[in-house]
């Protein structure tokens, strides 16, 4: 039983980051790959504040948040100066300088032995501690989060990231401070990250930089392609497929270090597979596309 | 000269080398279709690109109903009652034709983040006007049964026509029309050239650049042809159409 509901917990943290990062990439078209770190920022800062300065849950949810959507904003900013494949580049960059500050900033973050001792979250002083308790408290991020999204897609303001996605030019013509919507939607995702960062801290009660690499970006994007980007539920189908298809490897009685090879085969595999026939994902209308595609 | 709605100076473009806008100048007044011919490469989108702001000059002087457009933002020109077409033509093909002319309204409220989860209501009415001012625009262009399709559904004419129509839900004093009727059927040239015609109708001014003379003739009240980046020659249809240069240029 416990071993579903972490299962079941697993699939709403990725939901989350996968929501998150289709308004980025799926809705306005920028490929980021910086997600894994606006999602480790968010698990380092809730883990930082509740060791050293003891804060509640909802305040350090808080600053997560609006600490990752600052640091959004400071990429963003620049980044979305350039266009597609340099974007992706500089995206590429902070992940990668992030991730060596986790690392190697022992002394602050740990480093790679990372935190130990996170304690559980007290909300209006109720302690989570169950597995129940923290399915609840994720399926209720989980749930506000996509109504978010689902908010933003469906008003005006959606409706331009479309219009980025497709043509900048038209947008811009159209009166459309593209690169303030731009910004403005990245900073949007970097803080939704910051939320699933703190589930997840919170839920492990240890957090350490391996979890928050390039190929966790690229597991994130994964799921957002598969599920189909640009679509509404495309997130959640694609998160429940690629966190349940691995686990499922663990019936089959393969022993462990193959079974770690495989899923990542499979994951790779599955990519090919979508790219080749199904670009648009389970759900997504649209297929999955580079600048150069759009010209 | 406070009476003219736009009013160009002496503008200069180059690319590597190449003089695209030599000095170019030029005005347009209130309610005025000028029509703008000339070879390919003589400068003409490249003038459209400057007074859209999508493209700074090296010199000269642009302005519209008194304000200076040099080096303002496409985006801003946009909201100044500036809308434009292009040659290439630029839709949100996978978007419906409906949000398409929606996307070309300006100043939405619903367009701005907080009003997304604050003031709801409040946009919400104003989207619902404006869709329904969409539909009417979309019913005179003949398009409304076409309103629920994707955009790339439609046929390049239509695709054509439905860019226009987005220039007139922006509600803009001066449309810049690049080549909206070439390349299309007969029946909808005309259809487009009786949209273009009553646009002085409603206080709208024109540039119109295209190819097709016919065309031209038909709608505009005055003419310029352009060669390499110059006025070349300029009057009513009939007086650049019986210009011994224009003539020249259009028989080589």
Redesign the interface.
């Given at each position: 039983m416990e071993y579903i509901l972490h299962i079941l917990i697993l699939i709403g943290i990725y939901i989350i980051l996968s929501i998150s990062l289709n308004l980025i990439a799926g809705y306005t078209g920028l490929l980021s790959i910086a997600h894994a770190a606006f999602y480790g920022i968010g698990a380092y800062v809730a883990a930082l504040m509740a060791l050293n300065l003891h804060s509640p849950f909802l305040v350090n949810i808080v600053c997560a948040i609006i600490l990752s959507g600052l640091l959004g904003a400071m990429v963003g900013i620049p980044s979305l100066r350039i266009r597609d494949d340099y974007f992706v580049i500089a995206t590429f960059a902070f992940q990668v300088i992030s991730f060596s500050i986790l690392n190697n900033w022992v002394s602050f973050t740990g480093g790679p032995m990372g935190l130990p001792g996170i304690p559980q979250p007290t909300i209006f002083g109720l302690t989570i501690s169950s597995h129940l308790g923290f399915l609840l408290l994720i399926g209720f991020f989980c749930a506000l989060i996509f109504w978010?999204s689902h908010?933003?897609v469906q008003?005006?303001?959606?409706?331009?990231l479309?219009?980025i996605r497709?043509?900048e030019?038209?947008?811009?013509?159209?009166?459309?401070?593209?690169a303030a919507f731009k910004v403005?939607v990245f900073v949007?995702g970097a803080g939704m990250a910051a939320i699933a960062g703190v589930m997840y801290v919170y839920y492990i009660s240890f957090i350490d930089p391996s979890s928050f690499t390039v190929m966790e970006s690229i597991f994130i994007i994964s799921v957002v392609i598969v599920g189909g980007a640009g679509s509404l539920w495309g997130p959640v189908i694609g998160a429940v497929v690629l966190v349940v298809l691995p686990e499922l490897l663990r019936f089959i009685g393969l022993p462990s270090f193959v079974a770690a090879n495989v899923r990542q085969i499979l994951y790779g595999g599955l990519l090919v597979a979508f790219m080749m026939w199904r670009p648009h994902g389970f759900l997504g209308?649209?297929a999955f596309q580079s600048g150069e595609a759009r010209e | 000269m406070s009476s003219e709605l736009l009013e160009v100076q002496k503008l200069e473009k180059s690319f590597d080398g190449i003089r695209a806008l030599a000095g170019f100048s030029c005005s347009l007044r209130q309610g005025e279709i000028l029509g703008l011919i000339g070879p390919n490469g003589a400068g003409k989108t490249t003038l459209l690109n400057v007074i859209?702001g999508?493209l700074t000059p090296e010199s000269g002087k642009a302005m519209f109903q008194g304000m200076n457009l040099l080096g303002v933002?496409?985006?801003?020109i946009?909201?100044t009652g500036i809308?434009?077409t292009?040659q290439n033509l630029?839709?949100?093909?996978?978007?419906s034709v409906l949000?398409n002319v929606?996307?070309?309204f300006?100043?939405?409220?619903?367009?701005?983040?907080g009003?997304?989860?604050f003031r709801?209501k409040t946009?919400k009415e104003q989207?619902a006007a404006n869709q329904e001012e969409a539909l009417l625009l979309l019913d005179e262009a003949g398009l409304f049964e076409k309103a629920n399709d994707p955009a790339e559904n439609l046929s390049y004419g239509q695709q054509k026509l439905l860019s226009l129509v987005?220039c007139l839900a922006?509600k803009g004093d001066l449309l810049l029309l690049d080549e909206p009727v070439a390349g299309i059927a007969p029946e909808m040239i005309e259809n487009i050239l009786g949209i273009i015609r009553d646009l002085p109708i409603k206080g709208k001014s024109v540039i119109l650049i295209e190819h097709n003379l016919d065309a031209v003739m038909q709608v505009c009240d005055r003419v310029i042809f352009m060669d390499a980046g110059a006025k070349v020659s300029e009057g009513s249809p009939e007086e650049v159409r019986n210009d011994p240069k224009v003539i020249e240029a259009y028989l080589d």
């Open positions: 978010l908010r933003i008003s005006p303001f959606g409706r331009v479309k219009a497709e043509d030019v038209f947008a811009q013509a159209a009166g459309k401070n593209v403005l949007i209308k649209y | 859209s999508f933002p496409s985006h801003k946009a909201k809308t434009r292009f630029r839709l949100v093909r996978q978007l949000d929606l996307l070309s300006r100043d939405q409220l619903g367009e701005r983040l009003n997304v989860f709801w946009s989207e987005c922006a």
